[in-house]
């Protein structure tokens, strides 16, 4: 399985920005896609998943209510929309996917950075 994503750049406080990752090779294996992050100087952490089959979203308690993660089955792609972005949202964000039988996300994209100005 081959990820790319794309979409990241410079936004203002208060922003907007949608990510999206192509997912390519071995998707009919796919259980769940999903997005981790990466702020400068700390550890990398989960942001939301989706259920590639089913849809419906799981999401870290500093995301909820903000960002919003879909997928369309048809494109072979996942979508992160972020809203109300602040300072803290600022990193590198990787998609990433895992296929039936695995208990933790096995494939990584390249990442995509996102930086939000105050």
């Known amino acids: 399985v081959q990820l790319q994503a794309s979409g990241g750049g410079v936004v203002q406080a208060g922003g907007s920005l949608r990510l999206s990752c192509a997912v390519s090779g071995g998707t009919s294996r796919i259980l769940q896609m999903g997005w981790f992050r990466q702020a400068p100087g700390k550890e990398r952490e989960f942001v939301a998943s989706?259920?590639?089959?089913?849809?419906?979203?799981e999401y870290a308690d500093t995301v909820k209510g903000r960002f919003t993660i879909s997928r369309d089955n048809a494109k072979n792609t996942v979508y992160l929309q972020m809203y109300s972005l602040t300072p803290d949202d600022t990193g590198v964000y990787y998609c990433v996917s895992r296929r039936l039988g695995r208990s933790a996300f096995e494939f990584w994209g390249q990442g995509t950075l996102v930086t939000v100005s105050s």
């Open positions: 989706v259920s590639w089959a089913r849809g419906g979203g």
